[in-house]
C-alpha cells in the first residue's frame, strides 16, 4: 500500500522568512497530494492540492510542487506569518475522493 | 452548520467496555470517510463508505471495529472490548464523486479515551 514520508519533523522560521516541507510517497497509483494544516485541537483544514498531471500550482503565499518521476512534492510557504504556526500534513490519494494516506506532519513555528 | 458533524465530542470510558461514534456528514456527499489520529501522528485510514457501501476496511483495523452506514446518510463506529491503545481522535470526513472539486472535509472528531 502507499507509504508517505515528510521532512522534517519540525521547522522554526523567523518570520517573513521562508519554510519548505519535502514529501515523497511510494505508489505510483497515486495522482492526488492534498495538504492539510491543523491547529492544536483542531480538525485538519486543506489550505491546497496537486494532481498529476500539474507540476506546480500557487496560491497567494503557498506553492505546491510535483515530480511524479522520483515521486517527491513539496510545499513552499513564503512571507511566513505568526499565523502559519500549525502541524502541516502532506498526504496522497488515487483522486480526491479516494481514502488518503497522510504523512506523519511537520509542526511549523514561526517566530515574530 | 452545514459542515460535518461528530458526537459526542469526548468520550472517557473504561477498558472493556463497548464504544459508538456517530457522524453526520454533509448532505451532499456521498462518500464518507473514518480515520484516527494518535497525538503526534497524521490521521491513518480505517474504513470508507459510498452511499450505504463499506468499499474498503483498513488491514490494520481490529475486529472489534466496526462501521456501518445504513441509510447513506449518517454513520456509526463501534468499537468493542475497548483497550488502552484505543485512545486517539477519531475522525470523519465527508466528500462527493461528482465531476468537479471533490475535497474531503473533516469533522471535529471525537476524541476518546480508555482507562
Known amino acids: 500500500g502507499e507509504n508517505v514520508e515528510q521532512h522534517p519533523s519540525t521547522l522554526s522560521v523567523q518570520e517573513g522568512d521562508s519554510a519548505v516541507i519535502k514529501c515523497t510517497y511510494s505508489?505510483?497509483?497515486?495522482?492526488?497530494f492534498p495538504w492539510y494544516k491543523q491547529e492544536l485541537g483542531k480538525r485538519p483544514q486543506l489550505i491546497i492540492d496537486?494532481?498529476?498531471?500539474?507540476g506546480e500550482k500557487k496560491d497567494q503565499r503557498i506553492a505546491v510542487t510535483l515530480n511524479k518521476t522520483a515521486k517527491h512534492f513539496s510545499l513552499h510557504i513564503t512571507e511566513t506569518q505568526p499565523e502559519d504556526s500549525a502541524v502541516y500534513f502532506c498526504?496522497?490519494?488515487?483522486?480526491?475522493?479516494?481514502?488518503?494516506?497522510f504523512g506523519p506532519g511537520t509542526s511549523l513555528s514561526v517566530i515574530p | 452548520d452545514t459542515g460535518v458533524s461528530q458526537d459526542p465530542r469526548h468520550k472517557i470510558t473504561k477498558r472493556g467496555q463497548n464504544v459508538t461514534f456517530r457522524c453526520d456528514p454533509i448532505?451532499?456527499?456521498?462518500?464518507l470517510y473514518w480515520y484516527r489520529q494518535t497525538l503526534g501522528q497524521g490521521p491513518e485510514f480505517l474504513t470508507y463508505f459510498q452511499n450505504e457501501a463499506q468499499l474498503e476496511k483498513s488491514r490494520l483495523l481490529s475486529d472489534r471495529f466496526s462501521a456501518e452506514r445504513p441509510k447513506g446518510s449518517f454513520s456509526t463506529l463501534e468499537i468493542q472490548r475497548t483497550e488502552q491503545g484505543d485512545s486517539a481522535m477519531y475522525l470523519c470526513?465527508?466528500?462527493?464523486?461528482?465531476?468537479?472539486?471533490?475535497?474531503?472535509?473533516f469533522g471535529p472528531g471525537t476524541r476518546l479515551t480508555v482507562l
Open positions: 498526504a496522497a490519494s488515487e483522486t480526491s475522493y479516494d481514502k488518503v494516506i
Open positions: 448532505s451532499e456527499h456521498n462518500r
Open positions: 470526513a465527508s466528500s462527493s464523486t461528482s465531476p468537479g472539486y471533490n475535497e474531503q472535509f
Open positions: 505508489d505510483s497509483a497515486s495522482n492526488y
Open positions: 496537486i494532481r498529476s498531471n500539474v
